[in-house]
């Protein structure tokens, strides 16, 4: 079984690999749902707890086959799912919605697709420019006391947001993109969350598959995946980053480990705070990155690494321009 770590001050704790599930259903090109459903039955066999997913994914198909996945078994798990980015059923986006009445209904459908009585982890998953924070976690709040939602998260909120929020109710976990090439949140995001004693769940620990040293060329990338249209994985920005990958490689092949393993041994090292969610489809690649798990880096490795990957080493935005905005409010 994995080992265990507390997000946050509320009683929450978890696997300290959590496994992400948005690629199962959009995002990263065509999935086998059967594979998946596997993958994720496999996840809680060995020990995995925390499950992520969010109803924009799919749309609304992502929490559906998690929560096929789960049934019998909601007792091993601890369900993470966000509200926010709203989308039709087709798939088209119609913003950010923080709205308190959003929220209650959000979260009765998320309940209905995932066929539970209760989110363990509910998060915000971007935070809407237009309705003050308060309005939005005094709604969550409300789930919690009515008992539909345990704990409450929120995702790619600045400093001073997080701060406002966890007045309206305590936060327990901060989901937001840090990995060997997503440092930023060391300069100030990190430093408040620990100061306010809210957990860290990083997502793509392992920057969006490409640390892993698979994809050597853009057109390596499945018809359909959204990482051909981003930032860091057009023009020089892709072979810059591929240098800094290709470095990551050197390490890893010295230790005598997979790229993915050291990237993931990285990020669990940075604190005991810290629980990774990492995204598969497939058992084969959730057991090699589980694996993770078991390596332990000495200073002399960790200092190397971050000589070779220094915070604002990756070439490119994260997202495209429409994503950016939405990031760090």
């Known amino acids: ?3 265990q770590r507390k997000l946050g001050i509320q009683g929450l704790t978890v696997s300290e690999l959590g496994l992400g599930c948005m690629g199962m259903s959009e995002f990263y090109g065509a999935a086998d749902e059967q594979e998946s459903v596997a993958t994720i039955d496999r996840a809680i066999e060995l020990g995995v707890t925390l499950v992520d997913t969010a109803d924009m994914y799919g749309p609304f198909k992502n929490e559906e086959l998690v929560g ?7 007792d091993r798990v601890v369900l993470a799912t966000k509200f926010g980015n709203e989308r039709t059923p ?3 986006s119609l913003g950010v919605n923080g709205r308190p009445e959003y929220v209650r209904k959000a979260c009765d459908a998320s309940l209905r697709r995932l066929r539970v009585d209760w989110i363990d982890l509910y998060y915000q998953h971007r935070v809407d420019r237009d309705v003050p924070v308060e309005e939005t976690f005094g709604a969550m709040a409300e789930l919690v006391r009515a008992g539909k939602v345990r704990w409450l998260g929120i ?6 947001t997080i701060r406002r929020a966890h007045r309206t109710h305590p936060i327990s976990a901060l989901q937001t993109e840090y990995s060997l090439w997503s440092r930023d949140p060391e300069d100030e995001i990190i430093p408040t969350i620990r100061e306010l004693g809210i957990g860290f769940v990083p997502y793509s620990p392992l920057g969006r598959g490409f640390l892993t040293g ?5 057109e390596d990338f499945p018809p359909g995946d959204f990482r051909r249209s981003s930032p860091r994985f057009q023009g020089a920005n892709f072979q810059k980053n591929l240098d800094l990958v290709d470095k990551i490689q050197e390490i890893a092949r010295e230790k005598a480990v997979k790229p993915a393993q050291l990237a993931l041994a990285w990020v669990l090292a940075q604190g005991e705070d810290f629980v990774p969610i990492f995204g598969t489809t497939t058992r084969a690649h959730l057991e090699e990155n589980l694996a993770a798990a078991e390596i332990v880096l000495t200073p002399e490795e960790l200092a190397r690494i971050d000589a070779v990957a220094p915070k604002g080493a990756a070439a490119g935005e994260r997202y495209a321009p429409e994503g950016m905005v939405r990031v760090n409010v």
């Open 90 to 92: 087709d798939g088209v």
């Open 68 to 74: 096929r996945a789960i049934r019998g078994q909601r």
């Open 155 to 160: 995702s790619e909120a600045s400093p001073a």
């Open 214 to 218: 698979r994809y050597r060329r853009p």
């Open 1 to 3: 079984m994995m080992e």
